[in-house]
C-alpha cells in the first residue's frame, strides 16, 4: 500500500469546535433576524456587536494584537457557516478581514499593533481598491498619493466599498507614480476621521442588503508619511498577495449559501406532493438536487485546498482563482435551481430560496469576476 502522506481530509477536535460555534452563531443569532434586514436593508449592527464580542470580526488579526489569529482554513470554516445564515451579515462581519490584509502583508509592526489592535477592540474597516472605472481592471485606478513634505496628499473617489460607512479607518491603493502603471501604486491606512475624507450613502443593491456597500471620497486628504504601507511603488503586489488570502474566504460565503439552498431544496422536496408522491421521487427533481449536492462537494473541496495552501506556505493563486471561480458560480447554478424545486412558491419572498438567489449573484462579481479567475487561471498555466 503507498503511503498517504498528510492528505487527510477530517477535522481536527479544535476545528469541528470552532465550525460548531459558528454553526451555532449562525443559527441562533443570524437566522432568526436574516428576513428582517434583508427586508429594511438596516445595516445589523446587534448581530455585528455580537460578533465582535466573539472575536469574529477580528479573525485573522494576530492573538499578540488581540485577535483571534484563525489560520485561514480555520477562517473559511466559520465564514461557510455564517453565509449559511446570511451572507449579507457575513460579509459585513467579515470584511475587517480584508480590509487588515495590506497592513498583515506589508506593515510593519507597530502598524499591525496599532491597527490590529483597534481592529481586536471593535472598530470597523473597508478595503478601497475598485472605482468607478476601475474594478477588474486593478491598474486603471484613478487615485493618487502626491508627496508633500512628511505627508501624502490623497485625492479620488472609491466605489463599491463594503463597510464603507461604518469603517473606522480604511486600507486605499493610490498612484504615487501614474506612469509606472502597476509599479507606481501604493497602499495606505487612512483614518475616517481625517479632514477630506467623506462616505456616500449606501447602495440599493439586489441582494446581501444586510452589507453596506457605498462609495468613500478622498478630497485633499494629507496623510502621514507614517501611513504608507512597505514601500511606494509596492501597491500593486500587496493587493495581489492580498487577493490570493481573501479569495478563499470570499469562495466560502458561496459555500454557505449554495448549501442553504440545497437544504431548503431537499426539505422541501420531502414535504411538497405532485402526483401522488414526494416531489424528490420524480427523477427530473432527484436528480437536479443530486446535481446540486455533487457540485457543492466539489466545489468545497477546491475552496479547502485554496485555504490549505495559504497556511501551509504555498502559493495558491491558481487553486484559489480556481475555488473562487467554482465556488461563486456554482453557488448561482444552486440557488437558481433552488428556486425551480420550489417553482411558483421559490419566486415568492414568503420562502427563503429567492433571497438566496439574489444574494449568490455578487460573488460572481466581487474579489474578481468569474471572467477575471479564468484570465487568471490561463495566465497561470501558460506561464508555467
Request: with cysteine.
Given at each position: 500500500m503507498?503511503d498517504?502522506?498528510?492528505?487527510n481530509f477530517?477535522?481536527?477536535?479544535?476545528?469541528k469546535?470552532i465550525?460548531?460555534?459558528?454553526?451555532?452563531?449562525?443559527?441562533?443569532?443570524?437566522?432568526p433576524?436574516?428576513e428582517?434586514?434583508d427586508?429594511t436593508h438596516?445595516?445589523?449592527?446587534?448581530?455585528?456587536?455580537?460578533?465582535?464580542?466573539?472575536?469574529?470580526t477580528a479573525m485573522?488579526?494576530?492573538?499578540?494584537?488581540g485577535?483571534?489569529?484563525?489560520?485561514?482554513?480555520?477562517?473559511i470554516l466559520?465564514?461557510?457557516?455564517l453565509?449559511?445564515?446570511?451572507?449579507?451579515?457575513?460579509?459585513a462581519?467579515?470584511?475587517?478581514?480584508?480590509?487588515?490584509?495590506p497592513?498583515?502583508?506589508?506593515?510593519?509592526?507597530?502598524?499591525?499593533?496599532?491597527?490590529?489592535?483597534r481592529?481586536?477592540?471593535?472598530?470597523?474597516?473597508?478595503?478601497?481598491?475598485?472605482e468607478?472605472?476601475?474594478?477588474?481592471?486593478?491598474?486603471?485606478i484613478?487615485?493618487?498619493?502626491r508627496?508633500?513634505?512628511?505627508?501624502?496628499?490623497?485625492?479620488?473617489?472609491?466605489?463599491?466599498?463594503?463597510?464603507?460607512?461604518?469603517?473606522?479607518?480604511?486600507?486605499?491603493?493610490?498612484?504615487?507614480?501614474?506612469t509606472?502603471?502597476?509599479?507606481?501604486?501604493?497602499?495606505?491606512?487612512?483614518?475616517r476621521k481625517?479632514?477630506?475624507v467623506?462616505?456616500?450613502?449606501p447602495?440599493?443593491?439586489?441582494?446581501?442588503?444586510?452589507?453596506?456597500?457605498?462609495?468613500?471620497?478622498?478630497?485633499?486628504?494629507?496623510v502621514?508619511?507614517?501611513?504608507?504601507l512597505?514601500?511606494?511603488?509596492?501597491?500593486?503586489m500587496?493587493?495581489?498577495?492580498v487577493?490570493?488570502?481573501?479569495?478563499?474566504?470570499?469562495?466560502?460565503?458561496?459555500?454557505?449559501?449554495a448549501?442553504?439552498?440545497?437544504?431548503?431544496s431537499?426539505?422541501y422536496?420531502k414535504?411538497r406532493?405532485?402526483?401522488?408522491k414526494?416531489?424528490?421521487?420524480h427523477?427530473?427533481?432527484?436528480?437536479m438536487?443530486a446535481d446540486?449536492?455533487?457540485e457543492?462537494?466539489?466545489?468545497?473541496l477546491?475552496?479547502?485546498?485554496?485555504?490549505?495552501?495559504?497556511?501551509?506556505?504555498?502559493?495558491?493563486?491558481?487553486?484559489?482563482?480556481?475555488?473562487?471561480?467554482?465556488?461563486?458560480d456554482?453557488?448561482?447554478?444552486?440557488?437558481?435551481?433552488a428556486?425551480?424545486?420550489?417553482?411558483?412558491?421559490g419566486?415568492?419572498?414568503?420562502?427563503p430560496?429567492?433571497?438566496?438567489?439574489r444574494?449568490?449573484?455578487i460573488?460572481?462579481?466581487?474579489?474578481?469576476?468569474?471572467?477575471?479567475q479564468?484570465?487568471?487561471?490561463?495566465r497561470?498555466?501558460?506561464?508555467?
Amino acid at each position: 500500500m503507498s503511503d498517504l502522506g498528510n492528505i487527510n481530509f477530517e477535522l481536527t477536535d479544535e476545528q469541528k469546535e470552532i465550525q460548531l460555534l459558528a454553526r451555532e452563531f449562525a443559527k441562533n443569532e443570524i437566522v432568526p433576524v436574516a428576513e428582517h434586514y434583508d427586508r429594511t436593508h438596516e445595516y445589523p449592527w446587534p448581530v455585528i456587536r455580537k460578533a465582535q464580542e466573539m472575536g469574529l470580526t477580528a479573525m485573522s488579526v494576530p492573538e499578540e494584537y488581540g485577535g483571534l489569529g484563525l489560520s485561514l482554513f480555520e477562517e473559511i470554516l466559520v465564514t461557510e457557516e455564517l453565509a449559511w445564515g446570511c451572507s449579507g451579515m457575513s460579509t459585513a462581519i467579515g470584511v475587517n478581514g480584508l480590509a487588515i490584509g495590506p497592513i498583515l502583508v506589508a506593515g510593519n509592526e507597530a502598524q499591525k499593533e496599532e491597527y490590529g489592535g483597534r481592529m481586536a477592540e471593535g472598530q470597523m474597516a473597508g478595503y478601497c481598491l475598485t472605482e468607478p472605472e476601475a474594478g477588474s481592471d486593478v491598474a486603471g485606478i484613478k487615485t493618487t498619493a502626491r508627496k508633500d513634505g512628511d505627508h501624502y496628499v490623497l485625492n479620488g473617489n472609491k466605489m463599491f466599498i463594503t463597510g464603507g460607512t461604518v469603517a473606522d479607518f480604511y486600507t486605499v491603493f493610490a498612484y504615487t507614480d501614474p506612469t509606472q502603471r502597476y509599479n507606481g501604486m501604493s497602499c495606505f491606512i487612512v483614518d475616517r476621521k481625517w479632514e477630506g475624507v467623506s462616505v456616500g450613502k449606501p447602495f440599493d443593491k439586489l441582494g446581501q442588503h444586510a452589507s453596506d456597500t457605498a462609495e468613500v471620497i478622498f478630497d485633499n486628504v494629507r496623510v502621514p508619511a507614517t501611513h504608507l504601507l512597505g514601500q511606494e511603488g509596492q501597491g500593486f503586489m500587496i493587493a495581489m498577495k492580498v487577493f490570493d488570502r481573501s479569495r478563499p474566504g470570499t469562495s466560502a460565503g458561496a459555500l454557505g449559501v449554495a448549501r442553504r439552498a440545497l437544504e431548503e431544496s431537499i426539505n422541501y422536496a420531502k414535504t411538497r406532493m405532485a402526483m401522488g408522491k414526494p416531489i424528490w421521487q420524480h427523477q427530473s427533481i432527484g436528480h437536479m438536487i443530486a446535481d446540486m449536492a455533487m457540485e457543492l462537494e466539489a466545489a468545497r473541496l477546491l475552496v479547502w485546498k485554496s485555504a490549505w495552501a495559504v497556511d501551509a506556505g504555498v502559493r495558491n493563486t491558481t487553486i484559489a482563482a480556481f475555488g473562487k471561480a467554482y465556488a461563486a458560480d456554482t453557488a448561482m447554478k444552486i440557488t437558481t435551481n433552488a428556486v425551480q424545486v420550489f417553482g411558483g412558491y421559490g419566486y415568492m419572498t414568503e420562502y427563503p430560496v429567492e433571497k438566496l438567489m439574489r444574494d449568490a449573484k455578487i460573488f460572481q462579481i466581487y474579489e474578481g469576476t468569474s471572467q477575471i479567475q479564468r484570465n487568471i487561471v490561463v495566465r497561470e498555466l501558460f506561464r508555467k
